[in-house]
């Protein structure tokens, strides 16, 4: 939840001092779980958008790879920003997925008008393998 408002604060462009101002309501996740690796959402971003446009980091230095500006519906004149995350530790192992639309609205809550079809979206492309290894060293440069 702290990287979300993060995350939150640094698109919406708040500095520090203006941080108590601000109402914060948590945005959607959407979860992949894996077997293989917890970098299962930010490789399925990476294989289908190419490299990330930023980078954040978390307090404990997790990295959030992020999207902005991606065209994902083709019928609707709107944009989106993709931030992943990951969570690995001896209980589990999984991706997230945080999709915000152009007015900063979280495009994944129940009530956005794109949720259904961003959900299947996500659904197909988590079902898609690539094996590619391009990922994995775009992301070393991130990590070290």
Do not use: C, H
């Not at 954040?56 to 019928?75: F, G, M, S, V």
């Not at 999709?99 to 299947?120: F, G, K, M, V, W």
């Amino acid at each position: 939840m702290k990287k979300s408002v993060l995350i939150l604060l640094l698109f919406l462009g708040f500095n520090l001092t203006n941080a108590q101002e601000i109402t914060y309501t948590p945005l959607t996740e959407y979860k992949v779980e894996s077997f293989q690796t917890s970098l299962i959402t930010k490789k399925m971003m990476f294989d289908w958008f190419g490299k990330w446009d930023k980078v954040a980091y978390t307090k404990n230095n997790d990295i959030i790879l992020i999207w902005t500006n991606r065209k994902i519906i083709n019928e609707a004149n709107e944009t989106f920003t993709i931030i992943t995350s990951s969570k690995e530790n001896e209980d589990e192992m999984y991706g997230t997925i945080q999709i915000l639309s152009s007015n900063n609205q979280d495009a994944l809550a129940e009530n956005s008008p794109y949720r259904e079809y961003l959900t299947e979206f996500l659904k197909t492309i988590s079902k898609q393998e690539n094996k590619n290894k391009k990922f994995y060293k775009e992301y070393l440069k991130v990590e070290y």
